[in-house]
């Protein structure tokens, strides 16, 4: 059965700080992998999508890497802001399982100004 | 990208009740999946819907205390019955769109 583990469950940096958020994961026969946001009580925000394929993905100021190799991917935020304040959600999509994601626990981030 | 809207936003239930959320999706989609979020927790998959079939559930839920309907494409919705302060939960309906997995916004049920 495939687990999503992300580490830290909670940091705290200051405004400016690059940061890296860690997600693993134990079967490494993944479809794709996906960083959500999530604002408290507020659905997902979808952020970046990885495909097995691909080693990483850029957003913006996000940028998300993955070896599937390692089971392990990574979310990197570039000059962090306050509004990056939430939690990050980590998934991974299992191939030949009706395109259903299992979730790690999150990071909660919190920028302070 | 697929845009979904979910009602109610929120809600405050007495035990023993019933609530219907409802999800509309801006374009047709084949599968459907709802997931419960409990407090400090992440996401748990309930059940896929698909239309015009019964839906799949997960373990753990069953058709009785979760019913799901599927009637067209674009709609579903999923009732918690008989509620207790337990299912104190996020709701969040989900579609997948190009390989990419998309939420609503989520109901907030709190059982009192």
């Known amino acids: 059965k495939q687990e999503v583990t992300q580490i830290p469950a909670a940091l705290s940096v200051p405004e400016g700080e690059n940061l890296v958020l860690n997600c693993s994961f134990t079967?490494?026969?993944?479809?794709?992998l996906q960083w959500f946001r999530q604002d408290p009580g507020k659905g997902l925000t979808s952020l970046l999508l990885i495909q097995s394929s691909q080693r990483e993905q850029t957003s913006g100021r996000l940028n998300a890497s993955l070896d599937k190799s390692s089971g392990r991917s990574t979310l990197y935020i570039a000059a962090s802001q306050p509004g990056d304040s939430a939690t990050y959600l980590c998934?991974?999509?299992?191939?030949?399982?009706?395109?259903?994601?299992?979730f790690g626990s999150g990071t909660q981030l919190t920028v302070l100004p | 990208s697929a845009v979904i809207s979910q009602k109610p936003s929120r809600d405050i239930c007495q035990r023993g009740t019933s609530l219907t959320i409802q999800c509309q999706v801006d374009s047709q989609v084949t599968m459907m999946f709802w997931y419960r979020q409990q407090p400090g927790q992440s996401l748990t998959l309930i059940a896929t819907?698909?239309?015009?079939?019964?839906?799949?559930?997960e373990s753990g839920f069953v058709i009785d205390k979760f019913p799901i309907s599927r009637p067209n494409l674009t709609f579903s919705t999923l009732t918690v019955s008989n509620m207790s302060p337990e299912d104190s939960s996020i709701y969040l309906c989900?579609?997948?769109?190009?390989?990419?997995?998309?939420f609503g916004p989520g109901t907030r049920l709190t059982v009192t």
């Open positions: 998934a991974v999509n299992i191939r030949g399982s009706a395109r259903q994601l299992t």
């Open positions: 079967d490494s026969a993944i479809y794709n």
């Open positions: 819907a698909n239309q015009g079939s019964e839906a799949t559930y």
């Open positions: 989900s579609v997948q769109d190009s390989y990419e997995q998309y």
